[in-house]
């Protein structure tokens, strides 16, 4: 993550392989008060470019085009930095569900993303209100909105 002076905006990198997704969120995210540090659609450019930028926070889409998924990248970014991600998904599977237990992630947001979805995550983390970034402090699900839970509970 950056080192950024204290007061400084919190850089997020976005990984969305739709177009209007991916403005959508960068308008969002802009709104709260973040700066946007590079936006990727694909998994591999998504390794690369968290690598390379070493943003504060990832939006992560779970489903990419290329072969390598959200999921995967996140895994594979997390061998080299500790980046907290969130995840935007269309699907809510127990498969996938399941796969995101393995990852570090602040929690995931159901498709379509709202202002109010991404904020919800956002609350009580060091990207708002100066909280823990490690998680949001709510177990609870509501309107989309799926904090990470803790020890083995399915999300």
Avoid: C, W
């Avoid at 973040?34 to 450019?45: D, H, P, R, W």
């Avoid at 990419?64 to 594979?76: I, M, P």
């Avoid at 970014?77 to 995101?100: A, C, M, W």
């Amino acid at each position: 993550m950056s080192t950024d002076p204290p007061g400084a905006k919190k850089r997020v990198l976005i990984v969305e392989d739709d177009m209007v997704q991916r403005l959508v969120l960068e308008n969002m995210l802009r709104r709260l008060d973040l700066e946007i540090a590079g936006k990727v659609s694909n998994g591999q450019s998504a390794i690369r470019k968290a690598l390379e930028l070493k943003p504060d926070l990832i939006t992560m889409d779970i489903f990419l085009k290329d072969k390598t998924d959200g999921v995967t990248a996140v895994e594979k970014i997390h061998e080299q930095l500790t980046i907290p991600v969130i995840y935007i998904t269309g699907n809510s599977d127990k498969f996938n569900s399941e796969r995101l237990q393995n990852t570090e992630f602040i929690g995931y947001v159901n498709k379509p993303v709202t202002f109010q979805k991404l904020k919800s995550v956002l609350e009580g983390t060091i990207f708002l209100n100066g909280g823990d970034s490690t998680q949001n402090g709510s177990d609870s699900v509501q309107n989309g909105v799926h904090p990470k839970k803790t020890g083995t509970e399915n999300i």
